[in-house]
């Protein structure tokens, strides 16, 4: 059973870059036709698809996001980063990580990520 861990700093300062961590186990990164995702949850916009990495490492984005995003990979640790620059306090929310296989998604439990001076 794949299992998801959202780790990194629950608080970044405003025009900072937040970094937050997925470690996987259960599950391979390079598993064919798997993808990898972040989205976001907050009171004010909801749910949010921020973007994924694919089983190939090709990247896929949010159109409104896509100015100021990067997710990457390290498959030696399976662990796959979302970096988001320039943060303003709308970007505090709840940070998911996600594993889609086309049909699902397997969710982690979560990181509360805060925005403020």
């Known amino acids: 059973q794949v299992q998801l861990q959202e780790s990194g700093p629950g608080l970044v300062k405003p025009s900072e870059t937040l970094s937050v961590t997925c470690t996987v186990s259960g599950g391979s990164l390079t598993t064919n036709f798997l993808s990898w995702a972040w989205i976001r949850q907050s009171p004010t916009k909801g749910l949010e698809w921020i973007g994924y990495?694919?089983?190939?490492?090709?990247?896929s984005y949010s159109p409104s996001l896509k100015s100021r995003t990067s997710i990457s990979r390290d498959t030696s640790k399976n662990q796959f980063t979302l970096q988001l620059r320039t943060v303003s306090p709308e970007d505090t929310a709840v940070y998911y990580c996600?594993?889609?296989?086309?049909?699902?998604?397997?969710w982690g439990r979560g990181i509360q990520v805060t925005v403020s001076s």
């Open positions: 990495i694919r089983y190939s490492g090709s990247t």
């Open positions: 996600a594993r889609s296989n086309g049909l699902d998604l397997n």
